[in-house]
Structures are given as C-alpha cells and as structure tokens.
C-alpha cells in the first residue's frame, strides 16, 4: 500500500546521507591510496584503478537497480544494495592483494548502486513538480557536505589507524542506514497493475523525447563536474604551483558555491518553473565556460583567483541544473521513477568516466584540456535537450 511521509524534511536528511555514499566510498580512501598500495605489494596506479573499476560497478548497479526498486518496492531495493554494500566493505577490510581490491570494490560499487538509485524516486513518490524540485535541492544541500568531508575523514582515519578502518568505518555507515530505513522509512513506491520486464522499463524512458533530453543534460553536467574533479589536481597544484595544502580551500570554495546557487534556486521555484530554471542554468554554463575558454587560450599570464572565480561560476550552474533537471525527468514516471533515476544515474556516471579520461588523455600542463572539456559539455547538454524538445510543450508540473 502507498504511503506518503509526514516528516518530510527527516526523511530528506535520511535520502541524502544514503546519496552520500556514493562520493564517501569514492573520495575516503584517495588519501590512503600509496599506503593500500604499500600495504598489499602493489602500485599506486593499480590501486588507483580501483576508482573506476568502483565507478562501473556503481553504474550497473544503478541500471540493476532501478527495475528492481520499481518492481519489488523502495524498501527492498535499498536493503538487498545496502547489504551488498556492506559485503564488499567487508570484503575489503581483509584483501591482501589489488585483485582482491578490485573485486571487493565492484561489489561494494553495484551494492552502492542499487540502494542510491532509490533516493530519487522516493522523492518523486512523495512529491511532484515544485514541490519534487525543492526536495531534490534540499537534498543535493546536504548531499554537497559529502565531497567536502570524505576526504578529511578518511585522512583523520589514516592518521589515528589503519587504512583498513576506512573500509570499517564505511560498513557502520551502511549499517546506519539500514536502520534507519529499517525504523524511519516506509514504503513509497505506487504499485502498477501490470507486471512491465526490465526491457520494456528501460524503453519507456529512452523512447520518451522529452524526458530523454533531462538525461542528457543531466550527464552533461556530471561530465563537466568529474572533468573538474581528474583535471584540477593538475591545474592548481602543477600549472598555477599552489601547495597542497592550499588545493582543498581552492576545490571548497565551488562547494560553497555551489550550495548558494542550491539556494538561490529554491527560493527561486516558489515562482518559477523547474524547467525554466534549468534552462537558466544551461546558457549561464555555457557563458560561463565560453569566457572560460577565452580566458585561457588568449592570455598568456594566467591568474589562478581568476580561474577559480571562473570555475566558481560554472560550478555553480549545477544547483540549477541537477535538482531542477531531475525533478522534470522524473516527472514522466510516477510508477517508473527509479528506472528512469537508474538510467540517468548511470549515464552520467559514464559521461563523466569519458570526460575525466579526455582531460587526463590531453593533459598538456596547461588548463586548456579542461577548459575545452567544460565548454563542450555545456554546449552538447543545451543542445541535445533544445533539438529533442523542438515542437513540444514546457512539461505541465504540479505548483
């Protein structure tokens, strides 16, 4: 039987720290990355493949994942993937080989998969157009904190124990949440009258023109987020030679961007459409990068605050883009949602292994790889959804 929530707002909290697994077994271990290296006879390039073997695996287990959730119930779903999850951690807390990492890894990432690709849909269970947009940015509000404090908790891990404590420490936060789903979340999803195969899921939403345009653009903004992520390493540290310690004040600064345009945008959609703001978003992006790009192949002395402002900027786009692009997709599928989250999950989690292999690929030492990337994704998300909505109406969403 369908239920609606009554506390909405614990409920996001409790959505949001299970999207938060996602960038916790991602950027938690990267400062133990040389001592598991170490530590099991390996290379740093061989345990480092672990990301995105991590990645591939957390992709299928979105497309394995989103089927299942629709079918069987939210509740379910997030359990079996939250256990796996679970399983993998465990598994890695006694690998002694990069093998065994990999393997470890890839199960811990399809468990990852499988439970995150829920958080959207129940979103969308619970809620519709505005109301849908403004759930979904509070949780990327919360959700943002995630990236920022990975990785310092990782290195507070390291310092205080064993890299292995990382993987333990990443098996209670999986625990956690299934308490907490167990005690606080009750089952959303609407059932259907007829049983609809994996297949025939998938093609409602890949044949659906309008709602494939939100993919699209979607991915292209998580393309352009992980080409920041792999290529500003690189940038800050060998290009514009800031200390290591300064890097992180440089990649915090567009997270709090980020969480002002977050803001922004939701006060925004007390008055505004999702769809509007979204498009907002794209063409300010693509200002963004366009005068990013200038910037970069015209001058010769390259200022480092100008740049970071510039990226700040273009970062920033994302608080108009993902919660408002999700929001209008989702839309499309009340009893689909998860499979359509599933798929544009994995799409962008594959858009952006290609970008952040392009900047690396073409790293010359200079931002320009980067700037390009970031240009070309922003101009091929506004164009696909404008050219795949061409002759259709603004999507109808609830006030």
Known sequence: MHTTPSHIPGLIFILASLTGMAPLAIDAYLPAIPTIANSIGSNIHAVELSISIFLGGFGLGQLIGGPFSDH??????????????????????????????????????????????????????????????????????????????????????????????????????????????????????????????????????????????????LA?????????????????????????????????????????????????????????????????QCVATAILFLYVILFNDLSSYIFAALMMLILSCHGFIMSNGMSSMIEFFPTNSATATALSGACGFTTGAVTGSLVGIFGDGTPLPMAVVLLGCALTGITLRTLLQRGTKEPLTAS
């Not at 939250?82 to 890839?106: D, N």
């Not at 936060?173 to 899921?201: C, D, G, N, W």
């Not at 567009?254 to 008055?271: C, E, G, S, T």
Request: proline share 3%.
């Open 220 to 284: 292209s903004a998580q393309g352009a987020l992980f080409a920041f992520i792999t290529g500003s390493p690189s940038v800050y540290m060998e290009f514009f030679k800031l200390p290591e310690t300064i890097y992180p004040i440089y990649f915090g600064v567009n997270i709090l961007a980020l969480i002002a345009a977050n803001r922004i945008n939701n006060r925004l959609l007390r008055k505004t459409s999702p769809h509007s703001l979204l498009t907002f978003g794209q063409l300010a």
């Open 72 to 217: 069987f119930g939210r509740r379910k779903a997030t359990f079996t993937g939250l256990s796996i999850f679970f399983i993998g951690s465990l598994g890695i807390c006694f690998i002694q080989s990069v093998e065994m990492l990999w393997f470890a890894r890839f199960i811990q990432a399809i468990g990852g998969g499988i439970a995150v690709v829920n958080s959207n849909a129940i979103i969308r269970d619970m809620s519709s157009g505005r109301e849908s947009a403004r759930n979904l940015s509070n949780m990327a509000l919360i959700l943002m904190l995630a990236p920022l404090l990975a990785p310092v908790i990782g290195t507070l891990i390291l310092k205080f124990s064993g890299w292995r404590a990382i993987f333990v420490f990443l098996l209670a936060y999986a625990l956690l949440l299934i308490t907490l789903f167990y005690f606080k979340m009750p089952e959303t999803r609407v059932r259907h009258s007829q049983k609809i195969s994996i297949i025939k899921r998938y093609w409602m939403v890949i044949s659906h023109r309008q709602a494939l345009a939100y993919v699209f653009s």
